[in-house]
């Protein structure tokens, strides 16, 4: 593996978590980016947005290596091999779960150092750099183990048979060498406002073996028996890494400002969970089984969203904040130079009438789960199906959250559509309170706009907005959320219109015009998974199954994925891992499974 | 002084500080519901919930009243005006140790900041000073609990000739 000016590719990185928060694992063995305690919380390793000055816990062999990396089967935790010609070392990376045997320090990342053959000298060493690298770490010992602290941040360093720790500026490391079958291990326990929790090396051993066994038996439980089985369970467990456990809220990524484009300065922050996620992942859930999952993130959006009932703010913080004001971090140089280096997201205040459609198809899925929605709850939802009626007229800036002036985005009104049939539908089965003649003359009105104004005859397709004559991936979900067009002609259509206009190879683009940004954007993954649904959807098996192989060999060493991919050089690009990626991933899978059964 | 003004405070107070808590839930001020997230505690059921978590929030709001009646009859006066800082204490504890801390240490459905990917809770947690339900809650909780105090206090203290 190689870095560029001291940055990993994107795609190099594995990720570890906890429920809680997130870490990025290089293939040499660097943990280049870690927020603690939460994963909206500031950065404590922050190498992949500052490679001098970020922060990382290195450990790789001395000498020149050759690795190797993987999840141990069906798990979140992630193994690196090295080979060096002095023989190899395994490492054992996860983020431990809590414990009730002992205390459990607030958050862990252990490291498990085996060696396998000869004897390799292994060095590692910690930099945090707290609070985005604004806090300046001190170094100190207590109780005999080493410290690394800023303010009502600490970290406890604990290893066996990792050498002598030596103390040094803004951070703590050693160098040590293992017999064939000795192995070392490494703790850090990170801590904010409580006092550190300093585990024996017994405890450690036994909570990394506990949260093995955990992540096996939860990835275990993916119900789906398809042709694409592995990747669709990879892809369930990283999406349970995005779910933030305390809340139940899901991040669409743990990284922030990962370029779309090295250099630009299209970087945001997706440490957030956006409701517009919401059906596809009460989907994704369900459908795999994980009705715990799909039930807490239910309640969740349900409970965040009540101060702003009947509108909808497009993203909540995931301790369901609403405040995620954007500023910029000038002092990091960002991923290879990209600035500015945003954290927050500006687009809270977006007006984005899609976020309605995903809400009510999200409840209508979890009532066809057979999962119950209570009276009160009902009469919540039926006053958001009436702010829609009211609202869907407006101009909004649509799915994409573009920057660009607000426009009569023909997704957003078919969203809407969406959302006011499955209000309808819900109060047929007397779930929502019965306001259906109302909401469905406002569906068929929204329809005609569509189908009058959302269609370009010229283009044969649906169209970005009604005054924006251009074919755009996000029009696919009209397919995948059942909109029913004037005829069944205009899916087949939109689907040849995207492969026509968009497509480059198995890569999607979300669009070819302005969205108020300067610079340039990889292809949307996001898009090309749901035009693999689409497809399936559509009948046109034969097809998506050829598309879906080609883009699960697009997938890392790790089988995990990005938010965009350059297709000329088949970069990763954007937030990463990405959850609305792996959630489309997940569903067309299932999709195309169903569709050839 | 009596026992019975305090528990008649108590009985009033809760209606009001409920009442208001509900006010401001309802016009967008916070996202905090007492009923359901004590209710939940007992059921997942948010209809039952509300039910018992109402039942169950007039039993604290008397429990409350008699440890008020503790503090005026140590003190040997009541008052509204002493009441009310009793109430400011009160939202202190509710908001910092009560509702923040204890309440999701033994709630079977809501989570806590150390809650992992092993669990999957129903509630989020309130955080300090419950924060986590929006800016504006620790305000209201603390308004609404110096009503509250108010009511108790000036009921213990001016009632006592009726009983």
């Known amino acids: ?597 | 002084m009596t026992l019975w003004g305090a528990l008649a405070g108590g009985f009033v107070g809760t209606i009001v500080l409920t009442s208001s808590l509900r006010f401001a839930q309802e016009t967008g001020l916070t996202r905090m519901d007492i009923p359901l997230m004590l209710g939940t505690v007992f059921t997942a059921s948010r209809s039952r919930a509300n039910v018992i978590g109402y039942a169950a929030h007039f039993v604290n709001g008397l429990l409350f009243a008699l440890v008020y009646y503790l503090v005026f009859r140590a003190v040997g006066h009541a008052g509204w005006l002493f009441g009310l800082g009793l109430g400011a204490v009160h939202a202190l504890f509710a908001g910092g140790a009560l509702v923040g801390v204890l309440l999701p240490a033994v709630h079977p459905r809501m989570g806590t900041p150390w809650s992992d990917a092993e669990e999957t809770p129903l509630l989020e947690p309130p955080g300090f000073m419950l924060e986590n339900y929006g800016s504006r809650t620790a305000i209201g909780n603390l308004a609404a609990h110096m009503l509250y105090g108010a009511i108790v206090g000036g009921f213990t203290g001016h009632l006592s000739s009726f009983f």
């Open chain 1, 1 to 597: 593996m190689e870095r560029v000016d001291g940055y990993a590719a994107i795609r190099d990185y594995a990720v570890i978590g906890d429920g809680r928060t997130c870490a990025l694992v290089a293939r040499d063995g660097a943990i280049d980016w870690l927020c603690l305690p939460n994963v909206d919380s500031p950065s404590t390793f922050a190498r992949l947005l500052d490679a001098e000055r970020g922060g990382a816990f290195e450990l790789s062999p001395v000498e020149p290596f050759e690795e190797e990396q993987a999840y141990l089967d069906g798990t979140n935790v992630l193994q690196t091999t090295f080979r060096t010609a002095s023989g190899t070392v395994r490492v054992t990376d996860a983020m431990t779960l809590t414990d009730v045997v002992s205390i459990a320090p607030m958050r862990e990342i252990v490291r498990k150092v085996e060696a396998l053959e000869g004897r390799v000298r292994i060095r590692w060493q910690v930099t945090p750099r707290f609070g985005y690298g604004r806090r300046e770490t001190k170094v100190g010992r207590r109780s005999g183990r080493p410290f690394l602290f800023a303010g009502r941040d600490a970290i406890a360093v604990s290893a066996w048979d990792a050498g002598t720790i030596g103390l040094g500026d803004r951070a703590v490391g050693s160098e040590f060498e293992l017999d064939p079958g000795q192995d070392a291990l490494i703790s850090l326990a990170a801590t904010y406002k409580e006092p550190a929790v300093l585990s024996g090396r017994d405890d450690v051993e036994r909570r990394l073996n506990r949260t093995e066994r955990f992540w096996k038996e939860w990835g275990g439980r993916a119900r789906y028996d398809g042709r694409w089985r592995e990747q669709v369970v990879r892809s369930a467990l990283m999406l349970k890494l995005l779910v933030f456990a305390p809340s139940g809220a899901i991040v669409a990524a743990p990284t922030a400002s990962l370029p779309e484009a090295y250099g630009g300065g299209r970087n945001w922050d997706y440490r957030y969970s956006w409701i517009r996620d919401a059906s596809w992942t009460l989907d994704a859930m369900l459908r795999l089984g994980y009705r715990d999952e799909a039930t807490a993130f239910f309640w969740w959006i349900m409970h965040a969203s009540r101060i702003t009932q009947p509108r909808l703010q497009i993203l909540y913080r995931v301790d369901g904040g609403l405040h995620a004001k954007e500023t910029t971090l000038a002092e990091f140089p960002g991923y290879r130079g990209s600035r500015p280096v945003r954290v927050g997201n500006g687009a809270v205040d977006q007006v984005q009438l899609d976020v309605y459609g995903s809400l009510f198809e999200a409840a209508s899925l979890y009532v066809e789960a057979g999962c119950h929605i209570d009276p009160d709850t009902g009469k919540e939802l039926g006053k958001i199906a009436d702010y829609v009626a009211k609202h869907w007229r407006d101009k909004d800036s649509g799915i994409w959250e573009v920057r660009s002036d607000p426009a009569h985005f023909t997704q957003s009104k078919a969203l809407c559509w969406v959302a006011l049939d499955r209000a309808a539908r819900l109060a047929e089965r007397g779930i929502l309170p019965d306001r259906r003649d109302r909401w469905r003359a406002e569906a068929d009105a929204i329809r005609a706009f569509v189908e009058e104004e959302g269609w370009d005859e010229e283009l044969r397709s649906y169209v970005r907005a009604s005054d924006q004559p251009e074919v755009d991936g996000c029009l696919l979900t009209m397919a995948l959320l059942d909109y029913p067009p004037s005829s069944g002609e205009r899916m087949q259509l939109l689907i040849d219109a995207v492969r026509r206009e968009l497509a480059d190879g198995p890569l999607v683009y979300r669009y070819r015009g302005d969205d108020g940004v300067e610079g340039k954007e990889g292809a949307f993954l996001t898009c090309s998974f749901w035009l693999a649904d689409a497809l399936a959807r559509a009948g046109r098996v034969d097809e998506a199954i050829e598309l879906m192989d080609e883009l699960l060999g697009l997938g890392n060493h790790v089988g995990l994925f990005p938010e965009e991919m350059d297709p000329a050089t088949r970069d990763y690009l954007g937030n990463y891992p990405q959850g609305l990626t792996h959630l489309a991933l997940v569903n067309a899978a299932i999709s195309i499974t169903d569709a050839e059964r």
